[in-house]
């Protein structure tokens, strides 16, 4: 915190900050710390942590507009693909969880508790525009 009083503009700083406050238990502080990291760096790993962040405080919708947005940022970001069919699938957002599943058949396998993925197929590219697309995620 004493970096951040003297360099607010510190994306990084930001950044390590919310991965404390995830660690000691706070996500919502995790949250906030992601979205000022955020304003100054647009990090597929910042949007990849900010996603968990919102899990944590079970908003599972932005979570999977975060993981999106890491994806955009890093398309072979293998996390933030699980992250999003997971989440997905709980939604009932079958465009999307297929729109991840393109990205090359990426999916090998998933389960109640886990998805496995493998490198991209040619689909890539088209599962990336399709995620890019896929718009707003219905809150309710």
């Known amino acids: 915190r004493s970096r951040l009083a003297d360099h607010p503009t510190d994306g990084e700083a930001w950044f390590l900050l919310g991965i404390a406050e995830r660690a000691l238990g706070d996500p919502r502080a995790a949250a906030e710390s ?11 790993d910042v949007w990849f942590n900010l996603g ?3 899990l944590d405080c079970e908003e599972q919708a932005p979570a999977l507009e975060a993981f ?7 398309p072979d970001h293998s996390r ?10 709980i939604l009932g957002r079958a465009d999307v969880a297929e729109a991840a599943t393109a990205m090359g058949g990426f999916l090998i396998r998933r389960t109640d508790t886990s998805v496995q993925v493998r490198v991209p197929s040619p689909r ?5 525009r399709q995620l890019e697309t896929f718009g707003e995620v219905p809150t309710s």
């Open 68 to 74: 999106a947005q890491a994806v955009a940022r890093q």
């Open 124 to 128: 890539f590219r088209e599962g990336i």
């Open 80 to 89: 933030a693909l699980q992250q999003i069919v997971r989440l997905a699938g």
């Open 52 to 54: 968990n962040a919102l």
């Open 34 to 44: 992601y979205r000022r990291a955020l304003v100054i760096t647009s990090h597929a």
